[in-house]
């Protein structure tokens, strides 16, 4: 079955410093979703990304998908307090409605 | 307005009762899923709905029942709870353009 891993499992940053989280796939990948999740709450759609080798930005956050599909790179650029959280990336898996998701990654920013 | 809710927000009972976490979509999403956020953050799906069939039915216990009376909601229903029931639980949907889902916020249910 497929699986994602994240790294780091967890990432102190202090503000303003620029950070990387991975996540890559046993299998190749048919879309990519990363969200962020606050403490409490549901999760919340970041961004998507579907072929390789395509980059998507929101604000200060940057995501690309790798050529091959199977590795995602979700990177945040002058990190503030209020990026904190848990970031996970999501994946279909082929030809069915079922979604994986990674490990996750818990971000603290240090003001 | 709220995408996709969730009742209650927070749920404490003692093992071996019965409980009902209810889902509600606004969205006119014809696929819902029912998830597990467990201590660990990892998220495991549990069940899947397409227009009222159930389509996704993961090694889950069968205590765990879904029940989608309409499109709009998929409620879970737990039987004789266990302490190893403890977790979060989501609620999603599945978008209609793309493969995005859409969350509601959570069920954190303890279990004494």
């Known amino acids: 079955s497929q699986e994602l891993e994240q790294s780091p499992q967890s990432l102190i940053v202090q503000e303003g410093k620029n950070l990387t989280i991975n996540c890559t796939s046993s299998k190749t990948l048919y879309g990519l979703y990363w969200y962020k999740q606050k403490y409490g709450e549901g999760l919340i759609f970041l961004m998507m990304?579907?072929?390789?080798?395509e980059e998507k930005s929101h604000e200060k956050i940057t995501a690309k998908l790798d050529e091959k599909k199977q590795q995602s790179s979700l990177h945040i650029t002058a990190s503030q307090p209020s990026h904190a959280g848990i970031y996970l990336c999501g994946a279909p898996t082929s030809g069915t409605y079922k979604y994986i998701f990674g490990t996750g990654t818990r971000l603290k920013v240090l003001a | 307005d709220t995408a996709v809710s969730q009742t209650p927000k927070y749920l404490v009972t003692q093992m071996g009762n019965d409980k009902s976490i209810k889902c509600e979509q606004n969205?006119?999403?014809?696929?819902m899923y029912w998830y597990k956020q467990d201590s660990k953050k990892f998220l495991k799906i549990m069940f899947s709905?397409?227009?009222?069939?159930?389509?996704i039915n993961e090694t889950v216990p069968n205590r765990f029942s879904p029940k989608s009376p309409d499109k709009a909601h998929l409620n879970l229903h737990i039987n004789s709870l266990e302490l190893g029931d403890s977790a979060v639980y989501f609620c999603a949907t599945r978008g209609l353009a793309g493969y995005e889902q859409y969350f509601g916020p959570g069920t954190r249910l303890t279990v004494t």
């Open positions: 990304l579907q072929k390789g080798g």
């Open positions: 709905y397409n227009n009222k069939e159930l389509i």
């Open positions: 969205l006119g999403h014809d696929t």
